[in-house]
């Protein structure tokens, strides 16, 4: 079984400052993949960055990059010079080995402040 | 990447009443999948739609509540049946391209 934690229910951040959202994951896979989301009050579901259990580099997407520590199991995604457009709920998912369905953390609502 | 259009975005419906939602793809794909997201919750996958085969469904759901339609390989259909306020939610589907899943913009349902 896969299984995602979100331990942030929320997290507030100034404008132009960085943010770091946690993700933890379990898995008995050795191949695997994690996805962050962003999902706006309208509830669409907007795909943000994808890192690959062998992927030696962290992922990088602008101002998204996933803090992947493997050994830790943590998939933190860092927001860097946030916007106001940033403030919505952030989702941590899971792809398994095999599997092409998404384990979903219960997410971190973000907002920011100007 | 993918890009998914649903209709309708949003509907307010009557319980006892039945809601067929659809979901375009802009390419072909082997799989579809149908999510959904209850109030405050994160997202619960629904089934599985295979072109050409019966929807896999996940634990808890059940043909007969969701029936889905996956008539070619761009386009699906789910039905939310019997409807009763409990199933007021946003459903998504989504489909997986090179190694990332994407979603459709959902479709808010309100159940009174």
């Known amino acids: 079984a896969q299984k995602i934690t979100q331990t942030q229910p929320g997290m507030f951040v100034q404008e132009k400052e960085a943010v770091t959202l946690d993700c933890t994951y379990d898995?008995?896979?050795?191949?695997?993949?994690l996805f962050w989301y962003k999902q706006p009050s309208s509830g669409e579901m907007i795909f943000l960055i994808y890192q690959g259990s062998y992927d030696e580099q962290n992922a990088t997407e602008g101002r998204y990059s996933l803090n992947f520590q493997k050994a830790r199991k943590s998939a933190n995604l860092v927001i860097s010079a946030s916007q106001l457009g940033d403030s919505a709920m952030y989702f941590c998912a899971m792809r398994g080995s095999g599997y092409s369905t998404l384990t979903f953390g219960k997410g971190t609502m973000l907002l920011v402040s100007p | 990447s993918a890009v998914i259009s649903q209709k309708p975005s949003r509907d307010i419906c009557q319980r006892g009443t039945s809601l067929t939602i659809q979901c375009q793809v802009d390419?072909?794909?082997?799989?579809m999948f149908w999510y959904r997201q209850q109030p405050g919750q994160s997202l619960t996958l629904i089934a599985t739609a295979n072109q050409g085969s019966e929807a896999t469904y996940e634990s808890g759901f059940v043909i007969d509540k969701f029936p889905i339609s996956r008539p070619n390989l761009t386009f699906s259909t789910l039905t939310v049946s019997n409807m009763s306020p409990e199933d007021s939610s946003i459903y998504l589907c989504?489909?997986?391209?090179?190694?990332?899943?994407?979603f459709g913009p959902g479709t808010r349902l309100l159940v009174l």
């Open positions: 898995t008995s896979d050795q191949s695997y993949g």
């Open positions: 989504s489909v997986h391209v090179r190694g990332t899943q994407y």
């Open positions: 390419s072909q794909v082997t799989m």
